[in-house]
């Protein structure tokens, strides 16, 4: 007969108020005190009944702390997420016990929904990084703090911890970061480097696209901004470009090139018909663009500061093989 494990035990956190806290609404009192938890995480314990002072459950989070008083966090043992962990093979460029640097391949979903339920990134993570998360929200998962579309490749960063979570996902909300996307467009954008502003939500009449609303649409867009500079071109039929984004809206990039007639190689969703810039390209060459399967977009570099010491990272991923490939195509006929 095997011996019964014991079960997981909650982790009991308490902390004193000091006398300048007093009046301080108690669930940003005990965030900050605690240190590893958000103010959100600490409502909903406290909504839950796991938050006391001096014995006494808190049922309400904006009491107001009273100085001298003891309150006890308890932090229940974290759940198991409910997407399934899957052994995947992940390049890793980077990861501690805050955090995972990873280059993502064309192709993976990041997170579970509708249609793809696993086999995504969020599987993937599961299984690699196993009992080494110790919680988000009280689930025993990844913190996706940005994610990268499925058919787009390059570096995204992960949290492991809710401390990393926050911090990461701040950062990306304030820009406070730096990314640079590499794109293959049709065309040559003319100027060849510049802004393009334009308020980008869902479209009116297709669901499945996003664009740039304008007139009384606009309204329901979100101000979007994309700085772009061409680093080759091969004639007027095809450029290379590097992308920075002002702000972060769903299909970004892709929106915009597009609206300004330069959608991307192999777009599915925002190339819908044969662009007149490829036929100034030698045939094989065209066909060859035309074929490609994927949007040529690549996250290249992912810059910001390390979460909890503050060092500035950087990382780089290189142009993947099949969007290399591109290129090499496009130089042997203009050669």
Not at 60 to 85: F, H, K, T, W
Not at 123 to 152: C, F, M, S
Not at 274 to 299: D, N
Request: net charge positive; with cysteine; glycine share 8%.
């Amino acid at each position: 007969m095997s011996p019964a494990t014991n079960p997981p035990q909650p982790d009991i956190r308490q902390a004193i108020a000091p006398p300048d806290s007093a009046g301080e609404r108690v669930d940003r009192f005990l965030a900050a005190a605690i240190g590893s938890l958000s103010r959100s995480r600490v409502k909903a314990l406290i909504e839950a009944g796991a938050v006391s002072r001096d014995g006494t459950p808190v049922a309400d989070p904006a009491e107001p702390v009273r100085a001298g008083a003891r309150y006890a966090v308890v932090i229940p043992p974290p759940v198991d997420a409910a997407p399934l962990p899957q052994a995947m093979p992940l390049t890793i460029l980077h990861e501690d016990r805050h955090l995972i640097v990873l280059d993502k391949p064309a192709g993976l979903v990041v997170h579970p929904a509708p249609g793809n339920l696993d086999g995504t990134l969020v599987n993937a993570l599961l299984a690699h990084a196993g009992d080494d998360l110790p919680g988000i929200g009280g689930e025993k998962r990844p913190g996706i703090v940005h994610r990268l579309d499925k058919d787009t490749s390059g570096v995204m960063v992960v949290a492991k911890t809710e401390l990393a979570h926050r911090a990461l996902s701040e950062a990306f909300a304030a820009r406070d970061l730096d990314r640079e996307y590499v794109a293959l467009a049709w065309g040559l954008p003319n100027p060849v480097a510049g802004e393009i502003e334009g308020a980008i939500g869902r479209h009116p009449t297709d669901r499945k696209r996003m664009a740039v609303l304008t007139g009384r649409d606009a309204a329901r867009g979100k101000p979007a901004l994309t700085r772009y500079a061409t680093e080759r071109a091969w004639g007027a039929g095809c450029a290379l470009l590097r992308c920075r984004l002002a702000t972060g809206r769903t299909h970004q990039i892709r929106v915009h090139l597009s609206q300004i007639g330069h959608p991307l190689v192999g777009d599915p969703v925002y190339l819908r018909r044969v662009p007149a810039a490829s036929r100034t390209l030698p045939p094989e060459t065209r066909e060859g663009l035309l074929a490609f399967p994927r949007q040529a977009l690549h996250a290249a570099t992912l810059g910001f500061r390390h979460p909890a010491t503050g060092e500035p990272l950087r990382f780089a991923s290189p142009l993947p093989a099949d969007m290399a490939a591109l290129l090499a195509l496009l130089d042997a006929d203009a050669g």
